[in-house]
């Protein structure tokens, strides 16, 4: 009962701060907003049984992206605070309603083939449940992936590691001053 | 190239000398289309002087005289037949008179030129084409070669009038041209319709030749405008009947006729003093050389099926022009509207279908070309001085001006009739044929005639009224002092020009001759031609 | 006998016409020459010495003689030019001729330092030549051209001063109505040409062939008959168109004395003794009804006159009513002999009444006074100033009474006798026509008795002017010479030597018409007595009235309004026919305005409404229809293009739009 | 019970709420919010379907491999974002068309 109200909890506080998030102006606020989010987030992933995920959430989210959203935000100078806030006076502008309507319009969509598959799940699960290979909440994630990562996504997870890192020198070649050009 | 081919095509050479030689030497323009109207004059007194009166002409190609043959278009069209269309030129006692009287009003036209300033190479090249024209008009005996030298016609003087007009000169250029236009491309429609009903015997092809369309023999069975053996109709009218009016039409608006005259005062109040000359002097006879030649000869029986509503038209024309000209501030407008109802006597004439009638028709249109066109240049001293031409303006003009009144005094005197002078002739023979109608039986009552004559009366009226509002009494003008100054007497030229005009009207009121003797064998064969 | 013997009377009056022409166009060219007076009168002398002698002479009583020149071919008819010589013609070209040259004389001193004098000769030989033609011409076409002419020549003279307003009102007014006569008469032209295919009076008219050309008793012959009367009406001045010849006194006295009271006015009763065999009863007794009017209404007019001119006018229309009777009546001989002795006595009425205004004119000048020169108010006791000017007066005016001695006597007898004894012929009302007569007589004796009477008598109105040293004297001798001569002929004897019996004068016996009624003995003696002795107890009266002042009626008299305003028939033409005919060419020439020229418009209006109207259809369904397939084929594009905007977000949209679409798609499928 | 359906809604709530903010904003900077969030969402299904995945992991391991690669576009995006800013001084996407044929 409990974990259902936690689970609702930070459902509604993901999604509450997400709307808020998007409806913000100030766009340092949103940032926070996102922080909170992210966490909510990590939560809600420690509700699926992934709570290696949710910490993983936190380190790299919170700790990494997040952060260096907010410190490429505050590092971009004074004009484009001002850029910011002078754009979009309009609460809801032409492109917003569209976008809501497209938004509003996925969201529709997917809650109409949740509510299909409430009904009946896709066969796999099904399967699943069936053979009982499903998570348990006493089960050792942590070690189960540390095996997959080794062995059975070993591949992945070295060209991953390998993107990660293009990507990485990549943004700091692009962010580099090119005051000698 | 006979006389009338040069007579007809000289001016154009004139035009193409006007046109070549460069603007600097444009005081030699007005010399040049002088010279080239004087030869034709010339060349019209030739052809006067040599023409056999014995002979008559109207449906005989051997009685005309100075005729010109040449094949101009033979096409071969296959199913329809062949197009025959000849240059077809010839005299006869209708249009001999008309072709002298043409010649006389266009060296008077080009006299009363003589201080045009605008653009004289265009004027004067203008003015050449449209002699061309009327010459061509007045000898075509090939229905195409009328129309088109009817429509070279139109052209010359739409920019004239438009051109060199007065200050509404645009509205009423496109008043005249629409207004003439519409009835010549009604005529085109007749034209055509009558070129498939009738055969060239000799060739057995269809033929615009006027001479064929005269002669009943010449039509194809069951054809449009067949005369015996025809049962067309349009709308329960006999088709030879509607190719009548519509061509009566075409040159009624000419002529003009109540209630078709409406272009007739704008256009000459709005047209150059030439203009006008030539406008009432020569294309008003255009009508009524038309409406002889064309509808009566060739729809004969028609002719003498409508000629009572023809002089009722006619003296329509005559009361109803008479009685506007007597309601006309404007001294242009008021001869204007007497043109109107001069010409109604000329329809009278017509339709009466005498001899007298006719003639008298024949020399009401001479007469009233040169005094007509002797009363416009006399308005077009006035205007010239002071630039006003309404009646109220000036008053005791006599004292100021003796010799223009004196030939303004002549001029109305012989318009309105008065024996000695040509109009009475005509307008007197008119109504002599008119009374006469009754006993031929050709269908026109006398109260007609009695109509008719009434219009005399209402003749002398606004001419005497006129005279006496601007002519006579103490010396009044609105332009005061100035005025004064600016009403100089007539000068050496426009004496020149019109002493020949009144004089003509003088001999010709003495010595009728002149213009019967010509006339009569043509009109007796026209008669003869409308009641076989 | 004379050196005219070897000349044709043809060529002869021919002449006779061609001088004044002459003298006219030589004038004419040379324009204002001081000699011109000199030229129209060696002109008129000239004429006249060959009338007499070489027309006149020889052909007078002798067969008529004609020569023609073909003029022109109309159709199938030739007309004739001619000159016809007859007894009627012969007569009427001396007595113009005899008329005309004292005139000339007498212009020569009354129109004395006018500035247009040399117009005035010009006019004058013109009127002459158109007169002289008028009387001899053989075709009814030529006849009717010197009738206009003379018109003509009368219009200039009446408007001779042309500055002068009424002047210019009064010949435009002569004109306009000869012109309504002379419709009538071209009518009656148009009638006889259409009936019997020529004008030739002597074809027309041949007493000798024994099938007359006219049958005059059908209904055209009737039609004609009154058709050439209104020509004459308006030229001889017959109720109701006498009205221009009042008015027409505006111009020079010793041109109203030639033109509008000796010849001119005359022709009328010429043309109808020329036409005379065309008459039928119907058309006579037409004639005798309006002459009897004229004649009655006239001599009303005169009496209510004051100026001198206008009563004399008046007192012309009224003897002219006489000359209408006497046609009517079927005695044209008696209208002829009527018109001649007429003729001089008239003539010298005016003569008389020229010289008293050109003196009242000199007075007026010299002592600038402003008054009238013609108003008989003015004037009075001249006769001591100017005795010979009365003289003749006197002789005139007894003359146009018709006292016994005076050639009127025997004139103006000769119509009412006739005329009484054509009434008592035909009896019953027809008498009226003679009473009538009669009592126009008394009248007509009355008022000239006036006339005379304020002239000559009674006190000078400007007496202290003359003592104050203004001369006012006799006419001079050439005015005097004319006059004394026209008195001369005022008398019998220049007629016959019978005192008393018309019908004894060379005239009457030359003309004699054979009347179809007896002549009655006892009417040849009471109605002179009658006549006179009416006329006396006329001046009697009149001497009474105006030399003793003992004036009955009053100013206001409408009686004498009605007179003086001549019976307010002026102001009558003016309202109806004037201001009608004014008033119908405005409406006409607003309704040609308006709703003819209107409807031209309308119709260009409309056409260029339609046009209008073609084009918006051309612009926006045609063209509009191809404007669609492009700016289809634009919109479109342009609703493409903004798919490439360059803006990823909306890439992104539309990218995700179709995802949208496509899942949908799905899901409903 | 917190059954799958559940993870699946939130989820569609957080992707559509970052798919509007990647359509509808004006900042390039909460573009790349939104799709964090939307990645966010993404991996939410990942967990919740990878529940059912006991043998593979797959839910998870790629849960991992989304957090890796989206830090690694996070990293890219926002470089590219200075390096717009310093040339168009803007960084309002409506003002960046330069990709406009």
Request: with cysteine; glycine share 8%.
């Amino acid at each position: 009962m409990i974990e259902s109200l936690l689970f609702y909890a930070f459902a509604s506080m993901a999604i509450i701060s997400a709307l808020l998030l998007v409806n913000i102006r100030n766009t340092a606020r949103a940032l926070f907003l996102l922080f909170i989010v992210l966490f909510a987030m990590a939560g809600l992933y420690l509700f699926a049984l992934a709570d290696f995920i949710a910490i993983t959430q936190i380190l790299v989210y919170v700790g990494g992206v997040l952060i260096l959203l907010i410190f490429a935000f505050m590092l971009s100078n004074k004009e484009l605070l001002n850029d910011l806030q002078s754009t979009s006076k309009r609460f809801i502008s032409l492109p917003n309603w569209q976008a809501l309507i497209l938004a509003l319009a996925f969201l529709g969509i997917m809650i109409y083939s949740y509510i299909g598959w409430s009904q009946h799940m896709p066969q796999w699960i099904a399967q699943s449940e069936a053979k009982g290979t499903i998570i348990l909440p006493t089960d050792n994630n942590i070690k189960a992936l540390g095996f997959k990562f080794m062995t059975q996504y070993v591949l992945p997870f070295e060209v991953i590691s390998v993107f990660l890192m293009m990507a990485l020198i990549g943004a700091a070649h692009l962010s580099r001053k090119e005051d000698k050009e | 190239m006979g006389v009338l081919s040069i007579l007809i095509f000289l001016p154009l050479v004139a035009t193409l000398l006007i046109l070549t030689l460069p603007s600097s030497a444009k005081a030699t323009y007005k010399y040049i289309a002088l010279g080239f109207t004087f030869l034709q004059f010339g060349l019209s007194l030739y052809l006067y002087g040599n023409f056999d009166a014995t002979l008559g002409g109207i449906q005989q190609l051997d009685a005309y005289q100075f005729v010109e043959q040449l094949s101009w278009i033979r096409m071969d069209l296959g199913a329809i037949g062949k197009l025959e269309i000849d240059y077809l030129i010839g005299v006869d006692g209708i249009s001999l008179p008309l072709i002298v009287l043409s010649t006389l009003v266009m060296l008077m036209g080009v006299g009363a030129s003589w201080n045009i300033d605008k653009n004289p190479k265009g004027y004067f090249a203008l003015l050449m084409i449209l002699n061309t024209a009327v010459m061509g008009i007045f000898s075509a005996l090939d229905f195409f070669l009328f129309y088109v030298f009817y429509e070279v016609m139109l052209l010359p003087l739409y920019f004239l009038i438009g051109i060199w007009g007065g200050e509404r000169r645009e509205y009423a250029a496109i008043k005249f041209f629409i207004y003439t236009l519409l009835g010549s491309v009604l005529m085109l429609l007749v034209i055509v319709g009558l070129y498939f009903s009738v055969i060239n015997p000799v060739t057995g092809a269809h033929t615009f030749n006027m001479l064929h369309m005269m002669n009943p023999a010449n039509y194809v069975d069951g054809s449009f405008f067949a005369y015996i053996t025809n049962y067309h109709e349009v709308f329960g009218i006999p088709a030879r009947l509607i190719g009548f009016i519509v061509l009566f039409f075409a040159f009624a608006i000419k002529v003009p006729i109540v209630p078709l005259h409406t272009w007739l005062p704008d256009a000459h109040v709005e047209a150059p003093t030439p203009v006008s000359i030539i406008l009432a002097g020569i294309l008003l006879k255009v009508g009524g050389y038309g409406i002889i030649r064309v509808c009566y000869s060739i729809f004969p029986d028609i002719a003498a099926y409508t000629n009572w509503w023809l002089a009722l038209i006619g003296v329509i024309s005559i009361l109803y022009g008479a009685l506007n000209a007597l309601a006309q501030k404007d001294l242009k407008r008021m001869i204007a509207y007497s043109s109107v109802s001069h010409m109604g006597f000329v329809l009278l004439g017509i339709a009466s279908l005498t001899a007298e009638g006719l003639s008298g028709a024949m020399f009401q249109m001479v007469s009233h070309g040169f005094l007509s066109a002797a009363l416009f240049f006399l308005v077009g001293v006035l205007y010239d001085r002071v630039h006003d031409r309404y009646i109220y303006n000036f008053r005791g003009l006599a004292s100021l001006m003796p010799k223009y009144t004196a030939y303004v005094a002549i001029a109305f005197f012989a318009s309105l009739g008065l024996p000695g002078f040509s109009a009475f002739i005509g307008e007197a023979f008119v109504i002599i044929g008119a009374f006469n109608a009754e006993s031929m039986s050709t269908g026109v009552p006398r109260w007609m005639a009695i109509g008719g004559s009434i219009g005399i009366l209402l003749s002398a009226a606004y001419f005497l009224w006129t005279l006496q509002r601007m002519f006579f009494g103490q010396t009044r003008l609105k332009g005061g002092q100035a005025w004064q100054e600016a009403l100089t007497d007539l000068n050496i030229r426009e004496q020149v020009i019109l002493f020949p005009a009144l004089a003509l009207a003088l001999l010709l009121g003495i010595m009728p001759s002149l213009v019967f003797g010509n006339l009569n064998a043509s009109v007796l064969q026209l008669i003869e031609l409308i009641k076989p | 006998m004379n050196t005219f013997l070897h000349i044709s009377p043809i060529t002869a009056s021919i002449l006779v016409m061609l001088f004044p022409l002459l003298a006219f166009i030589i004038q004419a060219v040379l324009g204002k020459k001081s000699i011109s007076g000199n030229i129209a009168l060696i002109g008129i002398i000239a004429s006249a010495v060959i009338s007499l002698f070489g027309v006149f002479l020889p052909g007078w009583n002798s067969t008529s003689v004609l020569q023609k020149w073909e003029w022109f071919t109309i159709g199938e008819h030739t007309l004739y030019v001619g000159i016809l010589v007859n007894n009627l013609t012969a007569l009427m070209q001396l007595v113009v001729c005899i008329i005309a040259l004292p005139v000339h004389i007498y212009s020569r001193a009354y129109m004395k330092g006018d500035s247009g004098i040399h117009r005035y000769w010009m006019y004058l030989s013109l009127f002459c030549f158109a007169m002289l033609g008028l009387t001899v011409s053989l075709n009814l076409l030529q006849l009717y051209i010197f009738w206009e002419l003379v018109g003509f020549a009368s219009y200039l003279l009446i408007g001779f001063w042309f500055t002068k307003e009424t002047a210019v009102q009064a010949n435009k007014k002569a004109f306009l109505i000869n012109r309504i006569g002379d419709i009538g008469f071209l009518i009656g032209i148009a009638l006889v040409y259409a009936h019997c295919g020529t004008l030739d009076l002597s074809t027309l008219f041949d007493q000798t062939s024994s099938t007359p050309l006219i049958d005059k008793n059908t209904p055209w012959a009737t039609f004609a008959g009154l058709a050439f009367f209104l020509g004459a009406m308006a030229k001889s001045a017959q109720f109701p168109l006498h009205v221009w010849l009042p008015d027409a006194m505006e111009g020079p006295t010793s041109v109203s004395s030639l033109i509008h009271a000796a010849t001119m006015v005359a022709a009328g009763v010429f043309l109808l003794c020329t036409v005379f065999p065309l008459f039928n009863e119907t058309v006579l007794l037409v004639i005798v009804l309006i002459g009897t009017l004229t004649a009655l209404s006239a001599a009303l007019f005169a009496l209510g006159q004051y100026d001198i001119k206008k009563i004399l006018a008046f007192s012309t229309i009224s003897q002219l009513g006489f000359m209408m009777v006497g046609v009517g009546i079927g005695a044209w001989d008696a209208a002829m002999f009527h018109l001649t002795t007429h003729a001089f006595f008239k003539c010298l009425l005016f003569l008389c009444a020229g010289a008293v205004i050109h003196e009242m004119a000199h007075l007026k000048a010299k002592a600038q006074l402003e008054f009238d020169p013609q108003d008989l108010r003015h004037i009075g006791g001249l006769r001591r100033f100017m005795p010979k000017t009365f003289g003749c007066m006197v002789i005139a005016s007894l003359s146009l009474a018709g006292f016994p001695f005076t050639s009127g006597y025997l004139s103006k007898d000769s119509i009412v006798i006739t005329a009484y004894e054509w009434a008592s012929h035909l009896g019953g009302v027809y008498v009226l026509i003679p009473v009538l007569l009669i009592i126009v007589s008394i009248l007509t004796a009355f008022y000239i008795g006036r006339l005379i009477f304020k002239v000559f008598f009674g006190s000078f109105k400007y007496r202290s002017y003359i003592k104050t040293g203004m001369t006012f004297h006799e006419a001079p001798n050439a005015m005097l010479i004319p006059m004394l001569f026209l008195a001369a002929g005022s008398l019998f004897p220049l007629f016959g030597l019978s005192l008393t019996n018309y019908h004894h004068t060379w005239i009457m016996q030359a003309l004699d018409v054979d009347t179809v009624y007896p002549t009655l003995t006892q009417a040849h003696l009471f109605i002179p007595a009658l006549l006179t002795g009416g006329a006396i107890l006329g001046w009697l009266l009149g001497w009474n009235w105006y030399v003793k002042n003992k004036y009955p009626l009053s100013e206001n008299n409408s009686f004498v309004h009605f007179a003086n305003k001549q019976g307010y028939l002026n102001e009558f033409n003016d309202r109806i026919f004037v201001k009608g005919s004014i008033k119908l060419s405005r409406i006409l020439y607003a309704f040609d305005r308006h709703v003819v020229d209107g409807l031209t418009n309308l119709f260009s209006w409309f056409v260029r409404q339609l046009s209008v109207v073609v084009y918006w259809f051309d612009k926006h369904v045609i063209d509009g229809l191809v404007n669609l397939f492009a700016h289809a084929t634009y919109y479109i594009g342009h609703l493409v293009r903004h798919v490439q905007n360059g803006q990823l977000q909306a890439y992104l949209g539309f990218a995700l739009t179709i995802v949208v679409l496509g899942i949908l798609y799905l899901i409903i499928k | 019970m917190i059954t799958l359906t559940h993870f699946l809604v939130v989820s569609a709530c957080i992707f559509s709420i970052g798919l509007y903010a990647v359509l509808a904003k004006r900042n390039t900077i909460m573009i790349l919010v939104g799709i964090e969030l939307m990645i966010n969402a993404a991996i939410l299904n990942f967990v919740a379907f990878g529940k059912y995945d006991k043998i593979n992991y797959g839910g998870q391991v790629f849960a991992l491999f989304a957090i890796v690669l989206a830090a690694a576009a996070v990293a890219v995006g926002l470089a590219i974002i200075l390096n717009v800013y310093r040339h168009f001084k803007t960084i309002n996407p409506e003002n960046i068309h330069e990709l406009k044929d």
